[in-house]
């Protein structure tokens, strides 16, 4: 921990002091701050919750989804009642979900416990899998075996034919997320997306490669707690599935067996 030279207050986790100079903090031209001698910034930040959607049948079938428009399961209905009431108390200055009718749904269940509206964004969509959509992840290693093994090793610029590489996927879902959480500091908001998106918000808050391993969960409706300033993204809390505990027999999917 240091002090500021002029008046020798300590630096706390959301304040700065400078002296003698000014500092200007940029990101994507979305903020400038500038500090003269001895002048206290509180640095607001933005609190994610980000949600995975409920769970699909295809989930269930391992089957890639994409852009495809997949509807919730009954059981993915399910998760999402439980996941509005789990989150009915929280604090939500807005509501943001993918446009594909799976996310919009779960975002759509806890709005409504807010008397509030959801706001659709299509950059919160999952990763476009072009051809690879409607097939299982069993089909695909049998017709496509080494578009398969580049998709599974996590080449960053390999696309499926007619789909996004995970360098387009990154660019898309940082830069949504960095305009959608620049509009509420100092409040908490709602995003609801996709295991693709929630698996990049997790590298980036994280500083991991594309490439890296995933040791990390994304099951369907847990809660992902994450902090946003023109800085950058960390990570406070990770798929808590708490409010999913008497699923009645239903295994709880991860993306990996989803």
């Known amino acids: 921990m240091t002090a500021c030279r002029d008046c020798g207050a300590a630096n706390a986790a959301a304040k700065a002091h400078e002296t003698g100079f000014h500092r200007i903090i940029r990101r994507n031209g979305i903020v400038a701050v500038v500090r003269f001698h001895c002048l206290e910034l ?8 980000a949600i995975r959607h409920g769970e699909t049948a295809w989930n269930r079938d391992t089957r ?11 059981h993915g209905r399910w ?14 200055a807005a509501f943001y979900a993918s446009d594909l009718s799976r996310a919009r749904e779960t975002a759509e269940a806890v709005a409504r416990r807010h008397g509030a509206r959801v706001q659709t964004h299509a950059g919160l969509r999952e990763r476009s899998f072009g051809r690879f959509e409607g097939q299982t ?16 090793k996590r080449v960053p ?3 499926p034919p007619g789909g996004e590489s995970l360098l387009q996927l990154r660019e898309r879902v940082v830069s949504t997320v ?3 959480a620049a509009r509420h500091p100092g409040e908490q908001v709602l995003l609801v997306a996709h295991g693709g998106v929630l ?31 023109p800085e950058g993204m960390s990570l406070v809390g990770w798929a808590d599935t708490g409010h999913l505990q008497a699923c009645g027999g239903n295994t709880i999917l991860d993306e990996r067996s989803a």
Not at 64 to 74: A, E, P, V, W
Not at 79 to 92: G, H, K, S, W, Y
Not at 137 to 152: C, D, I, K, N, V
Not at 204 to 215: V, Y
């Open 42 to 49: 509180t640095v607001q930040f933005t609190r994610i919750l």
């Open 64 to 74: 890639i989804q994409g852009h495809t428009d997949i509807g919730l399961s009954d």
């Open 79 to 92: 998760q999402v009642d439980r996941l509005a009431q789990a989150l009915r108390e929280e604090p939500i």
């Open 137 to 152: 992840w069993a089909e695909l290693e049998s017709r496509y075996p080494a578009e398969s093994m580049a998709w599974r």
């Open 157 to 159: 610029d390999f696309a």
């Open 178 to 180: 960095e305009q959608l």
């Open 199 to 229: 698996d990049i918000l997790y590298r980036a808050a994280t500083r991991l490669e594309l490439q890296a391993p995933r040791s990390w969960e994304l099951p369907n409706t847990a809660i992902n707690r994450l902090l946003w300033s």
